[in-house]
Structures are given as structure tokens and as C-alpha cells.
């Protein structure tokens, strides 16, 4: 039991690496990811499991399709397509740091590039299933969850650290808010359309409360910045000065 408590204590530090969580279920996601990652087989590599990841959206996206066209439980198709993609994209980057293989900027820019396909698909999936203007509501959805993903890639440029969290809210929240819209919709026809257009006002005032935050901390690199040049051209004038 000890020597277990070891290894998962071991194997969280070096999933934590280059990455800040905040969200709500950080721990229990943590530990899972921990655990999981210690029990990969070694032909699954990280663009792998990059791949199943987005392979989980492609089959959110495609049971918006079935739903629109053959029959609306095919929906809950999704439920599992979530999960999929939770599986990958939680996976692919902390498998590599735990391997002592990690790909920093490589594995930053295909996460990146794959999950906002990724978003894009679902939300046309969601523009297939509805009508009418209710359509608005899937390109609002893709809008304010790139908006979150572009106040990530900012803050982790003006403050150095990288977190995909905004707030108390992550991909992982999304996730689940997004499969529980997709069950009510089964058990109260129509209720997504409303439910969907709840969680982008959500996602908005989420957005506008990180970028609040993200400006404070631009402000105040830029004051450091400033500090920091001023003292340079103090200590260039001394070395200028002629000797007395």
C-alpha cells in the first residue's frame, strides 16, 4: 500500500508539470489521469491517444447528425463520445511527461489545433440538429469556448504559466455540462436549444471575468517590465559615468 501511495504521489508530480489546474474537479481528475497514465501500454503513445481524443468529438459531432436525421435518442450517442475524448485529451501530454518524453511546444500546438476542430465539429453537429435561429446558438457555443482557449494561450504568454482552466470551470466541467444538456434533451424534447443557449451566457460571463483577471496581470508585467528597464538604463548610465 505504501510503496503504491509512492508511486501515485510521484506520478501527480510529474503529471503537474508545465501545467496549472483550477478547476472544481482537479483532484479526483488528477488522481484518475495518475493512475491511468501508469497503466498505458507502451505501443499507445501520446499523438495517439491525441488522435483518440479527437476521434470522442468526431462522435459527439456525428450523433447530432443521427439524432437530426434518424432518431433523436441516437443523441446519447455523445455520452460516450465524451468520455472518449476525455480519455485522449487528458491523457496524450501527461503520458508523455510521465514517460520523460514530453514534446513542450509540440504537444502544445497540436492540443491546440485538434481541440478547436474538435469544438468546431461538435458545434456544427449542433447547427444540424436544430432549426430555425436556434442554429445562432452552436456558433455562440464555438465563439465563447475559443474565446476561453485564446484567454488561455494569453495567459499563459503574459504570466508564464499554462492553465486550460478558466476559473473554477475546465474542459473536463464543459464535458459534463455539455452530456447533461444532451440527457435532458432525451427526457424533455426542445430543452437543449434553451439549456445550450444558458451555457453560452455562462461561458460568456466566464470569459468576461478571465479577461478582467488577464489584464490585471498584463498591467502588471507591463509595470515590471518598465521597472525593470528603468533599472537597466541606471545601471548602463553608471557604468557610462566617468571614474572621479
Known amino acids: 500500500m505504501k510503496k503504491e501511495e509512492q508511486n501515485m504521489s510521484k506520478t501527480l508530480k510529474l503529471i503537474s508539470k508545465d501545467r496549472q489546474r483550477t478547476n472544481i474537479l482537479r483532484s479526483t481528475e488528477q488522481k484518475t489521469i495518475a493512475y491511468l497514465v501508469q497503466r498505458m501500454p507502451d505501443w499507445i503513445t501520446s499523438d495517439g491517444l491525441t488522435a483518440i481524443g479527437f476521434f470522442g468529438n468526431a462522435v459527439v459531432a456525428a450523433s447530432f447528425v443521427l ?131 444558458a451555457a453560452c451566457v455562462f461561458l460568456l460571463i466566464s470569459n468576461l471575468v478571465e479577461a478582467r483577471k488577464l489584464l490585471q496581470m498584463a498591467d502588471v508585467r507591463d509595470a515590471e517590465d518598465r521597472k525593470a528597464k528603468e533599472e537597466d538604463l541606471r545601471k548602463n548610465k553608471k557604468l557610462r559615468a566617468p571614474n572621479n
Open 67 to 197: 439524432g437530426a436525421f434518424i432518431n433523436p435518442y441516437l443523441i446519447l450517442i455523445s455520452l460516450p463520445g465524451f468520455l472518449i475524448n476525455w480519455f485522449g485529451d487528458s491523457l496524450d501530454g501527461r503520458l508523455a511527461y510521465y514517460r520523460n518524453k514530453p514534446r513542450k511546444w509540440y504537444g502544445f500546438s497540436l492540443d491546440i489545433t485538434v481541440d478547436w476542430i474538435g469544438t468546431i465539429l461538435i458545434g456544427v453537429g449542433f447547427i444540424v440538429y436544430v432549426e430555425g435561429w436556434w442554429e445562432i446558438v452552436g456558433f455562440l457555443f464555438v465563439v465563447m469556448y475559443g474565446w476561453e482557449m485564446i484567454t488561455a494561450q494569453l495567459r499563459y504568454k503574459v504570466g508564464g504559466q499554462y492553465s486550460i482552466d478558466s476559473g473554477i470551470f475546465g474542459p473536463t466541467e464543459v464535458r459534463i455540462l455539455l452530456a447533461t444538456i444532451i440527457i435532458a434533451e432525451v427526457i424533455f424534447p426542445g430543452a437543449m436549444k434553451y439549456l445550450a443557449a
